[in-house]
């Protein structure tokens, strides 16, 4: 990629590179880690529950701990400098 915030493509010609992209991918991935904390844990919560016997003890704790730990990792991913 060149200084001008352009990118040649493989035909030799130049594009212009939207500057929100990056915003636009980092808030998707964001998204997409902090559903998919919520469905692993909170799944693996319903699991226990099934297997303990219990109705729902272990589901919203798996939900709880799925949402803390995928905005650690949307922090450590995205908000540090």
């Known amino acids: ?42 799944g693996l919560g319903w699991l226990v529950d099934r297997w303990t016997g219990h109705s729902t003890l272990f589901l919203p704790i798996g939900l709880i701990v799925g949402v803390a730990l995928s905005l650690v990792l949307v922090y450590v991913r995205h908000g540090r400098s």
Do not use: C, H, Q
């Open 1 to 42: 990629m060149s200084e001008s915030g352009r990118r040649n493509s493989p035909d030799g010609s130049r594009k212009e590179i939207p500057k929100d992209s990056s915003l636009a991918d980092a808030t998707w991935s964001s998204i997409s880690y902090i559903l998919g904390g919520m469905a692993v844990y909170g």
